[in-house]
Nanobody
Framework: QVELMESGGASVQAGESLRLTCQAS????????MGWFRQPPGKERELVAFIVAGSSLREVYADGVKGRFTISQDSVENTMHLQMDDLRPDDSGMYYC?????????????????WGHGTRVTVSS
């Protein structure tokens, strides 16, 4: 049984940093792609970043977080992190860890099989 558990969410001021962690259990990272979605208040879930499964482990970022967020994974510890720097109020929301083995448009929530319960990030101006 695949399980994902997020941690690290908090309330911070604009410009500060946070590091989110996703602890995975029930499988090893290969051949899963892993990523993060977020859901701002009153809005739909949106893809933040993900790591493509395979030997390259290519990182993909949403335009709004490029240069500020960094995704990484530790296959030994079965953890994934999202380092978020220079946070802005519009980064606020519930952040979800996701995983999948299948293909399909990564922006589509339906194409991600496994979800954590989320961790909340609130950024104040």
């Amino acid at each position: 049984q695949v399980e994902l558990m997020e941690s690290g969410g908090a309330s911070v001021q604009a410009g500060e940093s946070l590091r989110l962690t996703c602890q995975a259990s029930g499988y090893t990272f290969r051949p899963y792609s892993m990523g993060w979605f977020r859901q701002p208040p009153g809005k739909e879930r949106e893809l933040v970043a993900f790591i493509v499964a395979g030997s390259s482990l290519r990182e993909v970022y949403a335009d709004g977080v490029k240069g500020r967020f960094t995704i990484s994974q530790d296959s030994v510890e079965n953890t994934m992190h999202l380092q978020m720097d220079d946070l802005r109020p519009d980064d606020s929301g519930m952040y979800y860890c996701v995983a999948r083995k299948t293909a399909g448009g990564p922006e589509n929530v339906a194409n991600w099989r496994y979800w954590g319960h989320g961790t909340r990030v609130t950024v104040s101006s």
